[in-house]
């Protein structure tokens, strides 16, 4: 089955750090560009991260940049999120998104369950 | 940064209603914009992309129009499965962003 599961959400504190997982599976994970994208809770979509296939081209949003690092191991078919210094304002769903084959620029055509993260004190 | 907005913000319409949903741009994205569905506690679900092409699965009474700055959803006759609430993306840049959503909702 073609899937992606999220894990490693919860509650952290303020200034706090989680790492986020996303396992793929049935398809050929490498070739696919990936995404983490967000929802607060009651909001709308907020893009998080992007990661090309082969980690050459990697970008952030404005709100997340220098504190969240997206990374990916495409031997172990599976997308990080190492999210450092969390804020209240982080909490939200957390959604792996597959991105475009051999990353060509489209919509995100597969995603995850998500996982929430909670920061608070 | 792309500003995307999304009018209305809420929709009320009944089955068979054909329905528009508008999504303009603050600068000009080309045709790379994306619609996504999504209902309560699931994760959105990719309808259309480039602004116009169905993604495979997605009922044909769904289509996308529009270039540049403004863009269009329309569900032709609205099926009591398509109550939930639409969000557009633009990708022609980075940060990627999207609009405030468009709640539709039975009438």
């Known amino acids: 089955e073609v899937q992606l599961v999220e894990s490693g959400g919860g509650l952290v504190k303020p200034g706090g750090s989680l790492r986020l997982s996303c396992a793929a599976s049935?398809?050929?994970?490498?070739?696919?560009?990936m995404n983490w994208v967000r929802q607060a809770p009651g909001k709308g979509l907020e893009w998080v991260s992007s990661?090309?296939?082969?980690?050459?081209?990697?970008y952030y949003g404005d709100s997340v940049k220098g504190r969240f690092t997206i990374s990916r191991d495409n031997t172990k078919n599976s997308l990080y999120l190492q999210m450092n210094s969390l804020r209240a304002e982080d909490t939200a769903v957390y959604y792996c998104?597959?991105?475009?084959?051999?990353?060509?620029?489209?919509?995100?055509?597969?995603w995850g369950q998500g996982t929430l993260v909670t920061v608070s004190s | 940064d792309i500003q995307m907005t999304q009018s209305p913000s809420i929709l009320s319409a009944s089955v068979g209603d054909r329905v528009t949903i508008t999504c303009r741009a603050s600068?000009?994205?080309?045709?790379?914009l994306a619609w996504y569905q999504q209902t309560p506690g699931k994760a959105p679900n990719l309808l259309i992309y480039?602004?116009?092409s169905l993604e495979s699965g997605v009922p044909s009474r769904f289509s996308g129009s529009g270039s540049g700055t403004e863009f269009t959803l329309t569900i032709s006759s609205l099926q009591p499965d398509d109550f939930a609430t639409y969000y557009c993306?633009?990708?022609?840049?980075?940060?990627?962003?999207f609009g405030q959503g468009t709640k539709v909702e039975i009438k």
């Open positions: 998104a597959r991105g475009g084959y051999y990353d060509i620029l489209t919509g995100q055509d597969l």
């Open positions: 600068q000009s994205i080309s045709s790379w």
């Open positions: 990661i090309s296939t082969s980690d050459t081209y990697i």
């Open positions: 993306q633009q990708y022609n840049s980075y940060p990627w962003t």
């Open positions: 049935g398809f050929t994970f490498s070739d696919y560009s």
């Open positions: 480039k602004a116009s």
